[in-house]
């Protein structure tokens, strides 16, 4: 925390079921990245709100029935863009557009 100036140590939670995760209650825009053909929001559009939760997929992708159970659940289709990431890759992608979002205050 003091090399890379942060303020808080992150914590880190129990694993849980995707099943359970989807169904937490939370007031976080909800958006899920994944590679199947549908209407997705764009990310830089996603920035803009204050509080997200995005779900990205493990290797090989979500399967269809989580997809479905994750929109059930409230969750919005994202795009991550034209490329297909890897789940390391995909998940940094998105930290840092809302870590350049939250230093430039842009939304």
Known sequence: ?????RVYL???NEMISFEKFITIPSTA???IAHCEESEKLTLE???AAEQVIV???PEGDFAPHEIKLA???G???ISLG?????TETAALLVCSAFALKNRTGQS
Do not use: T
């Not at 925390?1 to 100036?5: E, I, Y």
């Not at 034209?82 to 890897?86: A, I, N, T």
């Open 1 to 5: 925390m003091k090399q890379s100036k």
């Open 75 to 77: 969750y919005e289709n």
């Open 55 to 57: 779900l990205i997929g």
């Open 82 to 86: 034209q490329k297909r990431l890897r």
């Open 10 to 12: 992150p914590v880190l």
């Open 29 to 31: 825009k909800k958006l």
């Open 45 to 47: 559009k996603s920035i």
């Open 71 to 73: 929109i059930d659940a």
